[in-house]
């Protein structure tokens, strides 16, 4: 399948979901940092322009936080629902004054509108949060606010808030969890795109095993994966999904 009509998927899809998988990771250490950093950037720009419109959600297994300095990370910038308000409790009368009245007793409810950076979870952790070396506290601390990196409860050095901290504190990535899984909730029976990129076996169980169950269950979802290794599709999906064998950052950095 071609970037055009994954392109046409997005397009008529009523939500996306996307996984960020093993391929959109980013080492800040080495000689081709800055040329894989710029890869990258550019890669999740192009992703940008494709979900700027769209009612999205992002999972991402990437701990370096480098998605939340693009556009796709903005603190600001709202994102659409395609989620309908609550309705209003009616009235028979037309009489304004008693529409005014039930409107102040039961007033319609509006769904908050989430900013780009509420629509993405990294379960895995982000490198550039703090957290205690020793576990002592469930206290997460962002970029600098705890200037000798050393924890203020027991003096312990801190350490990035990920997978690979021992204990890991899960407390930072839950609440965006749990804003996941209730947006996951409402794309039941709605057409939905899955886009799987570069999600290989590292982590299975975060992206790649719930976006196949997702599908299997929403008879009106179509996932697409994007794997240089691994593309292939379950039996049970094979009219509703396409595997694409391409790393995935390269593909979509092609798209137009």
């Not at 749990?178 to 409402?186: A, E, F, I, S």
């Not at 799987?196 to 979802?221: H, Q, W, Y």
Request: a negative charge; proline letters at 5%.
């Amino acid at each position: 399948m071609k970037i055009d009509e994954i392109q046409g998927q997005i397009a008529g899809a009523e939500k996306v979901l996307v996984g960020l998988g093993e391929e959109w990771k980013w080492n800040r250490q080495g000689e081709d940092a800055k040329e894989r950093r710029e890869e990258l950037v550019k890669a999740y720009e192009k992703l940008y322009q494709v979900l700027k419109n769209k009612d999205y959600f992002i999972v991402t297994l990437a701990t370096d936080a480098l998605i939340y300095e693009t556009l796709l990370g903005s603190r600001t910038e709202k994102v659409i629902s395609t989620d309908k308000e609550e309705e209003a409790v009616s009235c028979p009368s037309e009489n304004a004054e008693t529409l005014a009245v039930m409107e102040r007793l039961f007033p319609s409810k509006k769904r908050p509108e989430d900013t780009r950076w509420q629509r993405i979870v990294a379960p895995c952790g982000n490198e550039t949060w703090r957290q205690c070396s020793a576990g002592c506290t469930k206290d997460i601390w962002e970029p600098g606010e705890v200037p000798d990196d050393v924890c203020p409860h027991c003096g312990a050095p801190l350490t990035g808030n990920t997978i690979d901290a021992t204990p890991y504190i899960e407390e930072g990535y839950l609440p965006q969890w749990n804003r996941y899984t209730q947006w996951l909730t409402r794309t039941l029976n709605r057409e939905t795109l899955i886009l799987e990129l570069g999600a290989g076996f590292g982590n299975p169980g975060v992206i790649r095993f719930p976006f196949e169950k997702t599908a299997f269950f929403n008879r009106k979802s179509y996932l697409c994966r994007v794997h240089a290794q691994f593309p292939q599709i379950t039996q049970e999906l094979a009219e509703r999904a396409v595997g694409i064998k391409e790393n995935s950052v390269e593909w979509v950095s092609q798209i137009k």
